[in-house]
C-alpha cells in the first residue's frame, strides 16, 4: 500500500511560482513509477511529469522549461512562470510494483486527494 499527501497548492498571478510538495510513504517506492498529474474543471486528467524506474524524467511539453520535478523524502513540484491555463487540481501518484509505461495514466493505482492551483491573469 502507498499513502501521497500533497500540499503547496495556492492561488497567484500570472508569471508567479508555487512549490508542490507530495509525502509518499509504502513499500517498494523505488520500483514504482511516480508522478505528477492535474485535472482542470471540465477536462480530462492529464500527466504534468513522471519518473521512470530508472529515474528517467519525463515533462509534458506544455510544461518543460516551466516546472522541475524532484524527488528525495518528498516527490516535489517547483512551478516557475505560472499561466493561466496551469488553473487545475494537482496529484501525486504511484504506480504498482514494477509497472512500466509510467507514461500511461492507467499505471498509477494510488493518489493523493489532490492540491488546487490557480493563475489569474
Known amino acids: 500500500q502507498v499513502r501521497l499527501v500533497e500540499s503547496g497548492g495556492g492561488s497567484v498571478l500570472a508569471g508567479g511560482s508555487l512549490r508542490l510538495s507530495c509525502v509518499v510513504s509504502?513499500?517498494?517506492?523505488?520500483?514504482?513509477?511516480m508522478g505528477w498529474f492535474r485535472q482542470a474543471p471540465g477536462k480530462e486528467r492529464e500527466g504534468v511529469v513522471v519518473?521512470?524506474?530508472?529515474g528517467r524524467i519525463d515533462y509534458a511539453d506544455f510544461v518543460k522549461g516551466r516546472f522541475t520535478i524532484s524527488r528525495d523524502n518528498t516527490l516535489s513540484l517547483q512551478m516557475n512562470s505560472l499561466k493561466p491555463e496551469d488553473t487545475a487540481m494537482y496529484y501525486c501518484?504511484?504506480?504498482?510494483?514494477?509497472?512500466?509505461?509510467?507514461?500511461?495514466?492507467?499505471?498509477?493505482?494510488?493518489w493523493g486527494q489532490g492540491t488546487q492551483v490557480s493563475v489569474s491573469s
Open positions: 501518484a504511484a504506480s504498482d510494483l514494477g509497472a512500466s509505461m509510467c507514461g500511461n495514466l492507467e499505471e498509477y493505482l494510488y
Open positions: 509504502g513499500y517498494g517506492l523505488g520500483s514504482r513509477c
Open positions: 519518473i521512470h524506474r530508472d
